[in-house]
Structures are given as structure tokens and as C-alpha cells.
């Protein structure tokens, strides 16, 4: 991911080595990755970021929150046919 711009309805998600889902919301995962080469990492076993993240671990609750929210669609609404 190159040139992240962090926004309020902007999700990171990520899948660790045992398979365990991480849902970032993309402030959270800026402020906490390190940017080399115009990639990201966000290694959780660093400085105890695993801890200081724990309420990001399987938090699908997030995406639904933000939903209900009225936060804007990734979805370009499509146009209806004329008859």
C-alpha cells in the first residue's frame, strides 16, 4: 500500500500468521506501522503493539458501526437504464 491518506471510513485488514483477523481502522494502523519503500508494516509482536491493539483483533463490529453511521460508500451507486 503506497501513500496511505488515513480517513474515517477507511479500514485496514489483516490476517496474522495464525490466521487471527485484525480489522485497523486506517488512523490507528498510520500511526502505529512503520513505512519503508512505500509499503507498510505493522508487526505486532513489536514494543507491545499486540497489547496496545487488542481491541482491533476480530473487531468486524467496526465495519458495522461505521455502516449504521451513514459513513460514505466505496461504491459508486450505478445509474439506472432508461426503457
Not at 11 to 27: K, L, M, N, T
Not at 36 to 55: F, I, M, Q, V, W
Not at 58 to 69: D, E, P
Amino acid at each position: 500500500m503506497a501513500d496511505l491518506v488515513p480517513e474515517d471510513d477507511f479500514y485496514i485488514i489483516c490476517v496474522d500468521a495464525s490466521g487471527e483477523f485484525w480489522i485497523f481502522p486506517s488512523r490507528v494502523f498510520a500511526e502505529n506501522a512503520t513505512e519503508s519503500e512505500r509499503t507498510y508494516d505493522l508487526n505486532l509482536d513489536s514494543r507491545g503493539r499486540g497489547e496496545k491493539l487488542k481491541d482491533c483483533k476480530n473487531a468486524w463490529q467496526l465495519l458495522k458501526t461505521t455502516h449504521r453511521l451513514g459513513a460514505r460508500s466505496t461504491m459508486t451507486p450505478r445509474r439506472p437504464k432508461m426503457v
